[in-house]
């Protein structure tokens, strides 16, 4: 069965960076890989995405200060995280579509916070 497992979240003081990762198990063909976000009491939003051309996809509120990359050859992909303000706090889910289903990691939580 696959799994997509995260890693890396953490504590970090705001202006701070993090850099989070996520594997999809398996010998598994992977289209695409992503990370999306859920504060509390909001929707869970998309926080950044790549296909399997390399294209990138950013939400609005963190253009330009996240960056999404990838290791092709083992389905992971990492978010590297910069000038984290105190609304980046969330609960950051990866996700990859695989054989045209979406597979969802469990989360890791986020805190930016002095």
């Known amino acids: 069965q696959v799994q997509v497992v995260e890693s890396g979240g953490g504590l970090v003081q705001p202006g701070g960076s993090l850099r989070l990762s996520c594997e999809a198990s398996?010998?598994?063909?992977?289209?695409?890989m992503g990370w999306h976000r859920q504060a509390p009491g909001k929707d869970r939003e998309l926080v950044a995405a790549i296909v399997v051309n390399g294209a990138t996809v950013y939400g609005d509120s963190v253009k330009g200060r996240f960056s999404i990359s990838r290791d092709k050859y083992r389905n992971k992909v990492y978010l590297q995280m910069n000038s984290l303000e105190p609304e980046d706090t969330a609960v950051y889910y990866c996700?990859?579509?695989?054989?045209?289903?979406?597979?969802w990691g469990n989360g890791t939580l986020v805190t930016v916070s002095s």
């Open positions: 996700k990859a579509r695989i054989y045209g289903n979406d597979i």
């Open positions: 398996g010998r598994v063909s992977v289209s695409a």
